[in-house]
Nanobody, 123 residues
Framework: VQLQASGGGLVQAGESVKLSCVVSGSPLADLAIGWFRQAPGKEREFVAV????????IYADSVKDRFTISRDNAKNTVYLQMNNLKPEDTAVYYC?????????????????WGQGTQVTVSS
């Protein structure tokens, strides 16, 4: 299973970015997909997860009401729409495939990880 994240870049505070994660080597339909991020000098932290059908989502408190996770199983792709970005959102963003149809905030719930895409938000 391979994951390819893209869409990162340098933006100003208040702007929006949409990340994509294309999964190959396994159909997405039966598994939850999550996004995590890691800022310099910090541990990787949970951002959002979406269940296998797209109906169940969980967000970190820090991104709730600003970020939206979605998925297109036909395209084997998961998205993270990030609005009203803040400098503290600056990090490398990783997508990950969970071990089960539903997953939570624990990194141990996830079996496969992408290489990450950098998002930098300037003030």
């Amino acid at each position: 299973v391979q994951l390819q994240a893209s869409g990162g870049g340098l933006v100003q505070a208040g702007e929006s970015v949409k990340l994509s994660c294309v999964v190959s080597g396994s159909p997405l339909a039966d598994l939850a997909i999550g996004w995590f991020r890691q800022a310099p000098g910090k541990e990787r932290e949970f951002v959002a997860v979406i269940g296998w059908s797209g109906g169940a989502t969980i967000y970190a408190d820090s991104v709730k009401d600003r970020f939206t996770i979605s998925r297109d199983n036909a395209k084997n792709t998961v998205y993270l729409q990030m609005n009203n970005l803040k400098p503290e959102d600056t990090a490398v963003y990783y997508c990950a495939v969970a071990r089960k149809p539903l997953a939570g905030r624990d990194r141990q719930d996830y079996a496969y990880w992408g290489q990450g895409t950098q998002v930098t938000v300037s003030s």
